[in-house]
């Protein structure tokens, strides 16, 4: 009598047999969870980014507004009346107008404003956030109407500027009203001549005008200037060069 063999279990071979490799879509799924984390964080790290921007220019923009405000409140002392802030100029209304077509001589009292006023000014910028962090420079813009040439207007408004300038920087007929150094390496430094002709007209004697345009820098300008440093003025050849006895080579104009 023959007896059946049992057979062997398949199992161990059914099991030895099936693949260990993961499939094609565990794979796919996988990646595709390590292409979202990926973007997570880069999208995270640009958000922080554009954050981080705006944070600065929102704290430049108030610094700025903070800055101006402080300079209005000063114009709104007696001595200083007329001068106004618009945006960030500084119009010195009739305290900056030059009486008659071809002049770019100030008057004593008007000499006597300007001195007063732009060591409270200078103070401000030294002390504020807005003049530590993003002041850049001081455009002293003149103007003038459009009586005469263009280029003879170009020519005059430069004179009138730069004759505002030279009673900033010489000495005072008055000692004591004459710009501390400090004050005086300053303006050497960051207040810089402009002249627009007979560009921004008004319709009255106020064409023939100064105004002070402060000017700050922008983020990108702060980045630059940190990678690229520039090379300051020597310190010992500025204040030989600032000596308030030297003559203002603007030749006078009394005009007509």
């Keep these: 009598m023959f007896t059946s063999q049992a057979r062997p279990p398949k199992r161990a071979r059914e099991e030895g047999e099936k693949p260990f490799w993961i499939s094609f879509s565990d794979l796919m799924s996988a990646l595709m969870v390590l292409f979202l984390v990926a973007m997570t964080v880069a999208l995270l790290a640009v958000t922080k980014k554009v954050s981080d921007a705006e944070r600065e220019e929102r704290e430049r ?6 800055l101006m405000g402080e300079i209005e409140k000063v114009v709104t002392a007696k001595e200083f009346e007329g001068i106004r802030v618009i945006g960030n100029t500084i119009d010195f209304g009739p305290k900056g107008n030059f009486e008659r077509e071809g002049q770019n001589v100030l008057s004593v009292p008007q000499q006597q404003v300007l001195r007063a006023f732009t060591p409270v000014l200078l103070d401000k910028l ?106 300051n003025v020597d310190e010992a050849t500025l204040v030989r060069a600032l000596d308030v006895n030297e003559p203002c080579l603007v030749q006078n104009r009394l005009g007509r």
């Design 61 to 66: 923009t108030e610094a700025i507004q903070d």
């Design 126 to 231: 030294r002390q504020s956030e807005a003049g530590k962090r993003w002041f850049k420079r001081a455009v002293v813009e003149g103007y003038a109407s459009q009586t005469g040439s263009y280029l003879f207007n170009l020519n005059l408004t430069l004179e009138r500027s730069g004759r505002v300038l030279c009673e900033l920087l010489r000495a005072a007929p008055n000692p004591t009203e004459t710009l501390s150094l400090e004050d005086r390496k300053l303006i050497a430094t960051k207040f810089f001549v402009g002249g627009a002709s007979f560009n921004s007209l008004r319709a009255d004697d106020s064409s023939r005008r100064i105004e002070f345009k402060l000017e700050f820098k922008s983020r990108q300008e702060r980045e630059l200037e940190a990678a690229n440093p520039t090379v």
